[in-house]
Structures are given as structure tokens and as C-alpha cells.
């Protein structure tokens, strides 16, 4: 009888641990292969801009004590197609976009983040010298920080569009498949949910509120600070 309990326990605990492998192996496959895919989407498809700091000084996270702004001044080459240029990430809650000291951008209205998707400016050709070198002003506006992750770098608008859209994928669009996902529960609970017990349907509606609110929270959160102003918020 204790070694048929033995035995019993022994499968059981080896059961669990082998799921718990697989498991833990599939979820390192998965952030390796998201790692390794955002690390060559992000890679600069054209031009980098040249900066008067040093290239880490562009690409780190500022922490401000009070609502500050940070300013980096940088200049690229003309060549007559290439005029847009291609931010990977900002963190900022405003940012404002100055070529030949002409504001030829603002994104955000420094109220909320931005919202972490690839920004494409393209600049006015008349603006543009094909002779000598153009300047280019990058001013981030936060509360508690500033940053720009990745070379900010020039290319033309079709490039820089699909680019862009590459690295949206990942990383605005997601929260598309996060609504659907929660979706999906939301409606198997709902099945669920008419033919259970009166314990489980308590259950059962607990998740299905979370559910709920988690759409309506991913919902807010994405439209707000995409492109939502602050009297919808």
C-alpha cells in the first residue's frame, strides 16, 4: 500500500516538474526569439544621425528630480531622397523635432507618455541643403525622465514607413492581440458560465469582470497615449 502511495506521488511530482521544464523552455525560446527579432528590426536602415554627444549619451534614459527637458543637437547629409527620419523608441512626454531651426514636428502634449511605437518625421524638402550639412534639434520633454532608445537615422518615407510599421507590430499591435486573447477567455467563461454550479459561477464571474476590465484598461491605455487627448482620457 506505501509503495503503491510512493510510486503514486513519485509520477506525480515527475509529471509536475517535466511540465514545469517545458514550460519554463518554452517561455525562454519565446523572449530569446522576441529579443533577436527587435534587435534587427531595430537596427538603422539608412543614415545615422551624426550628434555633438557621444552615441550613448543619445541612447540612455535621463531621470529628472522635477519636469525637465533634455536637448540634443545632430546633423545628416541630404543626398535629394532621403528625408525622413526614424525614431525607434522615445520616452518622453513631449517631443518636439527642429531641422535648420524650423519646428518640423511635436508628438505629445506632455500631459501623459508617449506611447512607445516607432515616430516618423519627414521633413520639408525646401528646408533641406543638399550642399552642406543640415542641423537637427531633438527636444524630450518628461515628468520623471527622457530618453531615446536606438540611432534615430534617416532613410526615405517608403522605408521608413515599412520600418516603422516592422517595429509597431511588436510593439503597439500587441495590445490588439491582448484584447483578443482576453476576448476569447471572456466569451469561454461565458459558456462555461451557464451551465456551472452556483460555487462556480462565482468564480466564474470574478474572472469574467477581470476580463472585462483588462479589454476596457488596454483599450484606454493604447488610445490615450497614441492618440487620445487629455479630455478623453
Known sequence: MYIFIFDFLFILIL??????LLISLISLVLFLSLSYTFKVINLPEGEV???MVPSNEITKYYQFEKPDSKEFVGYFSYDGVRNTVVFQKVI????????NRER???????????????LVVSVPEY?????EKNEIKVVLHGIVGAGISGSPYLVDMNTAIQGAQLINMFRNDIVLVGIGAAGV??????LAYTGASAN????????LMASVFMILGLVQFTYRETYGSVESY
Open 200 to 207: 462556480e459561477k462565482k468564480s466564474y464571474f470574478y474572472i
Open 15 to 20: 509529471t509536475f516538474t517535466v511540465r514545469m
Open 92 to 99: 518622453a512626454t513631449k517631443l518636439e523635432i527642429f531641422v
Open 104 to 118: 518640423v514636428a511635436v508628438f505629445g502634449d506632455g500631459t501623459g507618455n508617449l506611447w512607445p511605437k516607432a
Open 185 to 190: 477567455i471572456l466569451y469561454l467563461f461565458l
Open 49 to 51: 544621425i551624426r550628434w
Open 127 to 131: 528646408l533641406l541643403r543638399e550642399s
